[in-house]
C-alpha cells in the first residue's frame, strides 16, 4: 500500500513540473521571434543605406562625368585660342569678353563672334539645363558676367576647394523641396591657354579660378535601382519569413516533446491513480506475490477474505496468511500450488477451488494465476486474482439439470424435432441443409435412424424432393421467417405438421408431427360438408319441384278420373301422369339423398327384409348373377324406414349388377358387429359399440381408388350416357346417414366390391305388418265438412281447393300460417280440419297449429311437406290429431286422409 501512496507523489511533480515549464518555452520563441525581425531589419536598413550610397555615387560619378566634359571641351576650346561662330538671335556677342578680335566677318559678309571657353560653358549649361538630365552653373568668386555669380552653396564649395587645392571636386547630398539631389562642385584653374582672355595681374597660371557646379536629382538613379532594390528587399522578406517557421517550427517541437514528456508523466500518474483505484475498490480478491511466496500486495477484499488487515499481511508469506485456505486440505487448497507451478513454467494457469469461510458457509472461486515480469523478462513474481464464482457453479448445476432434463424431454417428446444447417451457393441462394441432430421421434416418424441422416445433407438422404424443402425452409434459416405448414411426403406416404423456426443465422430447427389420421378424418369432413351444402341445395329444389309437380300431377289426376275409359285422350293423360309419377321419384331420391325426406321409421328384422328384398331382386338382376344371402344368428332389430331401407338395397344391388356384365354373384349378408376405437377412428360422429351390419357384396369389375373417393358425389357416374343418373349411391349415402348409420366400401379393380351399412340396434321388438286398409269408394271420400287450406304457393294451393271444393268440402284458404290463425279466429263457422303446408314465410304450419291449440282449439291438422322430422312428432299431438303427406299429393290419398282423420 506504500507503493500506491507513492503514486500520488509522482503525479503532484508532474504538475508542478508543467507549470514551470511551459512559460519559459513560450519566452524563448517569443525572443528569438523578436531577435529575428529586428536582424532582418538591421539588415534590410543597412542594405537601403549601402543602396543610397550607391545612388549617390552614381549620381556623383554622373555628374563628374559631365564636368570632365565640360573641362575637355573648355580646354580644347582655349588651345584653340576661342572658337568663331555665326552671330545669332541665340548667340550674341559676348560683351565681357574685351579683345580686339571679338567680333569679325567673313569675306562673304558673314559675321561672326568670338566665342571662349566660359562663354561656350554657360551656352552648354543653358542647353542641358533646358533637356532636365542636370543642372550646370558656371561660376567664380570674382564673377566677370553677373550670371556667374556663384549662390550660397557654390560660396561655399568654391571657398573650400580653394582651402583645399589638393582635391579635385566637392559634392553634398542636399534635398531641396523634397526632392534628393547631389549638388558636385569641380574647380577650374586658370592655365596657359587662358591667359588671351584671361590676362590681370591676379590671373596667375595654376590659381582657383572659378569652378563648375552641377545638381543631379537623385529620383532619376533611384528608378534605375528600384527594382533591385525591391528584390533585395523581397529576399530579406523570404529569409524573414523562413525564419519565423524555423522559429515555429523548433518552438513546436519543442513544445511537443515537453507536452510528450508531460503527457506521458500525465498518463504515468491516471496510470498509477487508476490501479491505485483499482486496488482499493476491486470486488475479485487481488494478491501479488514475490518468488518467495510471500504478500507484496493485496487489495481490502483479498485481506477481509483472509481476515486479516493489508498492511498485517504485507512480508509475510501465502501460507501464513491464506491459512485457514490450507487447512481444508492440507499443504494447500490445491493439489499443487499453481504460485509455485507458474513461477516455474512461466505460463499462466486458472483453477477451480472450494473453500470454507470462518462462518463455515462454502464459496466457489475461479483463480487465475499470472507471471510478473521485469524489464528483463525475468519472472520477479505473481499476481493472483480471485473470482467468486459460487452463483456461477450453482446456476451451472441448475443448467446441467435442466439440460438433462431438456435431453430426457427431448428424446421422450411426441413430435420429431431436427436441427439443420443451411448450405448455400457463392451468390447466397439455398441449394440444400444438413442434419446436426435428430431426436428419437424423428426416428420413429420418418424411419431414418439419427446415425444414418446426422452430419449428411438432404440431397444425400432424399434427392427427389430435396429442392422443395429447401426452398420452403431457406428464408427461415436466412431470414429468420417462421414456417407453419402441411406436408405430404410421398417417399414416407405420410402427412406432416411442419413448424419451421431460426435458431441463429443459417440454423433452423423443424419440429413436426405425423397428423396422416387427423388429415383423412379432416377429409372425410370436408366431404360430409361437401355431401350436406348438395343436399340442402338438392333438397331446395326438390322442395320447389315438388309443388310444379303436384299441380301438374293433381290436374292430370282430375282429368283421368272425369275422362271416360274409351275416349282416345285418356292414354296420352296416363303417359302424362307416368312421367309426373316418375318425376315424383327422382324427386323422392332427391329428398333422401339431402335427408329432408320425412322418414317412417320403425323397428325392423333386416334379416326378414333381406330374405323378402331376395325374393324380388333376382328378377331384376337376370338369370347370369346370383343372390345369395348370408343371414346372421339372433340378429339385433333396427329401427329404420323400410321403404327407404328397400331402396338402398336396390339401389346397391343395381349397381352390383352393372358392374357385372358377364355375370357373377351378390351375396347380401347380415351380422352383430362391436366395432372398437381403431374401426370408428375414420368416422368423426360414429362411436365405439355394438352395431347391425348389413353388406352388399360383389363380384364384379371394383373399382379405382381415385372412383372410390367419389362415388357419393352428386352426379357422378362410370356408366355410359343415358343409363346412370349418378344419384344412386349420393342417394344412399343420404339414408344412411340419416338414419345415424355409416357406409364403409372397400373395392379393387378385378376383385369386386363390398359396401357395408352399420346401423345402430334397436332395443325394441320388428313391428308386424300391418293390413292394408283397404281403398274407400268413391262416395265415401266426399265430405261436406269446413276446412281449413294453408299454403304458400298459389298454383298448389289453388289445386288442392279445387280437390276439396268438389269432393263438397267448404274450403277457407291462406297463403301462410299468419294468415291462417286469423281466418280461424274469425271465421263465423266451425272448421273441422286444418290442411297445411309445413314450411311457409311468416309462420309455418306446425307453428301455426300449435298456436291454435294453446288457445283452447283442438283441431286435427293434416301436415303436407318432405321434410325429415314429422310435425306429429315435434308439434302437439293429442289422440293422434296430425296425420302427415308427402308432396306431391295424390288426390285420394288426401281424401281418404282427411275421411280418417275425422273419423278418429
Known sequence: MGQVGSFQGLGTTLSDGQDHRRPPLRWIAAGALILWTAAILVLSLETLRQERRHIEKSALSHALALMEKDLLYRRWNAQQGGVYAPVSENLPPN?????????????????????????????????????????????????????????????????????????????????????????????????????????????????LRGGISTVVPLSVFAEAHRESLSAVLGRHALIWFLGVLGIGWASFTAYARVRERESLLAKTQRQERFWKSVLENLQDPMVVLDRDLNIVVLNASAASLAETEPDQAVGRSCKDVFSKWHALSGACAFEKCPAQQVLTTGVSCSRRMEIQLADETTRVFHVVVSPLKNNGEKISGVIESFRDITNEARAQERLAKQHREMELLFDHMHGAFALHEILTDASGVPVDYRFLKVNPAFEALTGWKAHDVVGKTLQQILPQGAQEWVQRYGRTALYGERVEFIADEPTLQKTFSVRAYQTEPGRFVTLFFDVTEREKLQEQLRHAQKMQAVGQLAGGVAHEFNNILQVINGYVEMLLAETPAEDPRREHLQRVMHGGLRAARLVQQLLAFSRKKALQPEV??????????????????????????????????????????????????????????????????????????????????????????????????????????????????????????????????????????????????????????????????????????????????????????????????SYLATVLREAGYRVLEAQDGMEAVEVFATSEEPIDLVVTDVSMPRMGGQEAVGLLRQRGWKIPAIFISGYVKRPEECADNPKGLNLFIDKPVRRRVLLQAIRSLLAR
Open 604 to 797: 325392423t328384422d333386416m334379416n326378414e327384409l333381406l330374405r323378402d328384398f331376395a325374393k324380388l331382386v333376382q328378377k331384376l338382376v337376370g338369370e347370369t348373377i346370383t343372390v345369395r344371402c348370408v343371414l346372421g344368428h339372433g340378429l339385433w332389430p333396427v329401427m329404420v324406414d323400410r321403404q327407404l331401407m328397400e331402396q338402398v338395397l336396390m339401389n346397391l344391388v343395381v349397381n352390383a349388377r352393372d358392374a357385372m356384365p358377364s355375370g357373377g354373384e351378390i351375396v347380401l349378408e347380415t351380422a352383430n358387429v362391436h366395432l372398437h376405437e381403431d374401426h370408428v377412428r375414420p368416422h368423426a360422429h360414429l362411436k365405439p359399440g355394438p352395431y347391425v351390419m348389413v353388406s352388399v357384396a360383389d363380384t364384379g369389375l371394383g373399382m379405382t381408388a381415385d372412383v372410390l373417393e367419389r362415388i357419393f358425389e352428386p352426379f357422378f357416374t362410370t356408366k355410359e350416357v343415358g343409363k346412370g343418373s349418378g344419384l344412386g349411391l349420393a342417394v344412399v349415402y343420404g339414408i344412411v346417414k340419416q338414419h345415424d348409420g355409416v357406409l364403409d366400401v372397400s373395392s379393387e379393380p378385378g376383385k369386386g366390391t363390398v359396401v357395408k351399412i352399420y346401423l345402430p340396434p334397436h332395443e325394441g321388438k320388428p313391428s308386424e305388418s300391418e293390413e292394408q286398409t283397404e281403398s274407400l269408394a268413391e262416395e265415401a271420400l266426399r265430405g261436406t265438412e269446413t276446412v281449413l287450406l294453408a299454403e304458400d304457393d298459389p298454383a298448389v294451393r
Open 95 to 207: 560683351p565681357y569678353l574685351n579683345v580686339p578680335e571679338r567680333d569679325i566677318e567673313t569675306p562673304f559678309g558673314k559675321k561672326l563672334t568670338l566665342v571662349n571657353p566660359a562663354y561656350m560653358t554657360r551656352m552648354v549649361h543653358d542647353l542641358a539645363r533646358k533637356s532636365g538630365v542636370s543642372s550646370s552653373h558656371l561660376t567664380s568668386l570674382n564673377p566677370t558676367h553677373p550670371a556667374n555669380a556663384p549662390n550660397a552653396w557654390e560660396t561655399k564649395a568654391l571657398k573650400w576647394l580653394e582651402n583645399h587645392p589638393d582635391k579635385r571636386h566637392f559634392y553634398e547630398t542636399v534635398e531641396e523641396s523634397g526632392t534628393p539631389l547631389v549638388k558636385v562642385m569641380m574647380p577650374l584653374v586658370l592655365e596657359d591657354a587662358c591667359r588671351r582672355c584671361h590676362n590681370t595681374p591676379w590671373d596667375v597660371p595654376g590659381a
